[in-house]
């Protein structure tokens, strides 16, 4: 059980354009799911916690116009980056879990997203 | 807020060799968790502690947590090539949802 995809796992936009990134449960419902950012060798840094049917809540010094987050359903969050510049390449990575907070979260597979 | 630290950042050791990765919580935990996340890969779930002064073994790995469920420790007996990776750990606090993840240790070996 507890599968989590995400899509694209690589993506090179041009600075400016927007990119969308997807997280999907796959065999369970997940009324909350997690997006992180993470730096070559660094830990996973907490952009925001995605909660279905309702506004995410964003961590602080993280822009919430621009990386956009969006929980429509039980199986699907998406993360827009809007108005990409260079600085925003990183490793985007979603989570989610069966038991929020009781048990281990499944992690997607990550984005690797280059701004050129 | 909560901080999670972890050390060492890196290891090296000889294939066959142990390895022991700590963590120390500034606040109590409800539960800790461990992660592995090998090079160029995502954070795979490795366990779950929840009691204080719990311990559990996978194989070779054994977990533990302390009394006063603040620190944990990730220990490697005889590492493989296999091992190769990151260790985070990630704490949870009472009725929280969100981890907050260590810097992790990085495990490299010499065949």
């Known amino acids: 059980g507890a599968v989590v995809s995400q899509h694209p796992s690589r993506v090179i936009c041009k600075s400016g354009t927007s990119v969308k990134i997807e997280c999907r449960s796959l065999d369970f419902q997940a009324t909350t799911m997690f997006w992180y950012r993470q730096f070559p060798k660094k830990s996973l840094m907490l952009m925001a916690t995605?909660?279905?049917?309702?506004?995410?809540?964003?961590e602080q010094g993280v822009e919430k116009d621009k990386f956009l987050i969006n929980h429509a359903s039980l199986t699907l969050s998406t993360l827009t980056v809007t108005s990409a510049h260079p600085e925003d390449s990183s490793f985007y990575i979603c989570?989610?879990?069966?038991?929020?907070?009781?048990?281990?979260?499944?992690f997607g597979s990550g984005t690797r997203l280059t701004v050129v | 807020g909560q901080q999670v630290m972890q050390i060492p950042q890196y290891q090296h050791v000889q294939e066959g060799e142990d390895f022991t990765t700590y963590c120390n919580s500034s606040t109590t935990l409800s539960n800790i968790q461990w992660y592995k996340q090998r090079p160029g890969g995502h954070p795979v779930f490795l366990i779950q502690?929840?009691?204080?002064?719990e311990v559990k073994k996978q194989k070779r790995l054994t977990f533990q947590f302390g009394e006063a469920k603040k620190n944990s420790s990730l220990h490697i007996t005889a590492t493989q090539t296999t091992d190769v990776g990151t260790y985070f750990c990630a704490g949870l606090k009472q009725g929280a949802q969100k981890l907050v993840f260590g810097q992790g240790t990085r495990l490299t070996i010499n065949p």
């Open positions: 989570s989610a879990g069966i038991r929020t907070g009781l048990s281990g979260y499944t």
């Open positions: 995605s909660n279905e049917g309702s506004k995410a809540t964003y």
């Open positions: 502690l929840v009691k204080s002064g």
